[in-house]
């Protein structure tokens, strides 16, 4: 196995642990669900700006979060596409200020339906705007806020370079 290819399966990995790990944290401080949805593992949607190993990393952390903390079978598929979508899209984004916006967006669109359907079963306008608006500002808080910092603070670390 080439040396490159270890790497980014370490890489991977690693990113995918500190996902669930992060998601953990914030289910057992009760901001994983709610009105507003706050998990912490989102805010490393940022790292395919960096290295394309976080994308299955991210894929896998969510995976593994959403089964090991008991989500219904459409929220872990359609939880995980939404990762990957996001992932892949940020990967694809040049500039750092925007690169957080395709997981922003990708859950946005996606975890709605997803929460109405699997959780909530109200399905009405009031449900959709206020479980959408709920989503958005986790995944804004999330991403843009805690992943912009931790972005910056990989860029002066110099840990990956782009």
């Known amino acids: 196995m080439k040396k490159s290819s270890i790497r980014n399966l370490t890489h991977s990995a690693i990113i995918g642990a500190m996902y669930v ?3 953990w944290l914030s289910n057992v401080l009760g901001l994983a ?6 998990r912490l593992g989102e805010a490393l949607c940022i790292l395919p700006y960096f290295t394309p190993s976080a994308v299955w990393g991210l894929a896998i952390g969510c995976l593994i979060s959403n089964i090991t903390m ?7 598929v359609v939880g995980t ?8 899209g940020t990967r694809k984004i040049r500039n750092k200020y925007l690169c957080p916006i395709p997981p ?3 859950n946005t669109v996606l975890v709605p339906f997803v929460i109405i359907i699997s959780y909530t079963k109200e399905w009405n306008l009031y449900a959709y705007l206020t479980t959408t608006l709920g989503v958005f500002a986790g995944e804004v808080i999330s991403i843009y806020v805690l992943g912009l910092i931790l972005l910056l603070a990989i860029e002066k670390t110099k840990i990956f370079k782009r």
């Open 81 to 88: 596409l939404a990762t990957i979508i996001g992932a892949i």
């Open 104 to 106: 922003v967006l990708a």
């Open 70 to 76: 008991g989500s219904t079978l459409l929220d872990i």
């Open 21 to 23: 790990a992060l998601t």
């Open 33 to 38: 669900s709610g009105a507003i949805q706050l």
